[in-house]
């Protein structure tokens, strides 16, 4: 995020697979084939009930209060669980909404329970995703001359517009090479966390976002995520700043500093609103808005540089 103006910039394209910083003209390129680096390994197959239990268990009901959610009898329920009764698709699909059970893992449960999976995962360059695609697309580069990127459920770099190399510039090489990972690179030593000028604000701020990730999706790569940056020294030089206006998953002032003055911003991230695709649900777009003049004088100044 430092504003620095090299001979020319290169955007990010993890969408044609490869993750890297490619010298190019502004692509976001959505028409390669996404990446998944952070996939777990594939799990053994586990009985429905399993899955089921482990599910009621990770939202804190009891068997009779998710019957009761349900409309149906404790007994009933009870017997799903140990495997004695094998549910209807129709239950799995019931039971999976009054848990709030991600896509992905409603797949899982379905499958689990014998039936073919109801929810589709596909690559953005899917002809069937062209509309979400172009949505994409539109967004990252209206967005100009202001960052604005996408990522996925783990926080892996997707695409981005021609600003955010800006962003990157002065990383450690090591953190920019394909998967980039967003939170890792913004909190780790060598990577943007000394430019961060409100840096206790913005670890505490990623820290509470993924906690509530991992409780609403059970996911071992975001705890292990959240465990690694956790782990990670807070700079010496960085100050308790705390800014006003923060709203936790929708608004967060972001202080960074560059040779040009600390420029100020606030994130915000937006998302695919009743996504039936587990792509789409997964995708997430994060936008950074000049929060004063000063840093919207120095971006429009950047993006008219050539080669920017």
Do not use: C
């Amino acid at each position: 995020m430092e504003v620095i103006i090299p001979a020319q910039r290169r955007p990010v394209d993890n969408l044609a697979g490869n993750g890297k910083l490619l010298v190019s003209p502004y692509d976001v390129s959505m028409t390669g084939s996404i990446h998944h680096p952070s996939r777990p390994a594939p799990r053994a197959a586990q009985p429905f009930g399993d899955h089921l239990r482990h599910w009621r268990q990770h939202r804190r009901l009891s068997q009779l209060d998710l019957a009761q959610e349900a409309d149906i009898s404790t007994r009933h329920l009870s017997f799903v669980e140990t495997g004695r009764s094998v549910p209807s698709r129709e239950m799995v699909l019931r039971l999976s909404e009054r848990l709030d059970i991600p896509l992905r893992e409603r797949n899982a449960l379905l499958v689990a329970a014998g039936y073919a999976p109801m929810y589709r995962e596909r690559p953005l360059n899917d002809p069937a995703l062209a509309s979400a695609r172009d949505a994409v697309e539109l967004l990252l580069k209206s967005h100009e001359p202001y960052p604005a990127l996408a990522v996925d459920r783990h926080w892996n770099l997707v695409a981005a517009n021609r600003m955010v190399p800006h962003l990157m510039e002065g990383a450690d090489a090591s953190l920019l090479q394909g998967p980039v990972n967003v939170l890792r690179l913004s909190l780790h030593p060598l990577g943007l966390a000394p430019r961060i000028a409100n840096q206790l604000q913005w670890r505490a701020h990623i820290f509470e976002r993924l906690r509530q990730q991992v409780a609403a999706t059970a996911d071992a790569v975001l705890a292990a995520l959240l465990e690694e940056l956790k782990a990670y020294p807070v700079p010496e030089e960085a100050q308790n700043e705390h800014l006003g206006g923060e709203h936790l998953g929708v608004v967060m002032p972001f202080l960074f500093k560059t040779p040009a003055g600390v420029l100020s911003f606030i994130s915000t991230t937006t998302i695919f609103g009743t996504p039936v695709d587990v792509t789409l649900q997964e995708l997430a777009m994060e936008t950074f808005f000049p929060a004063d003049d000063f840093t919207r004088q120095a971006l429009q100044a950047l993006a008219a540089q050539p080669g920017a």
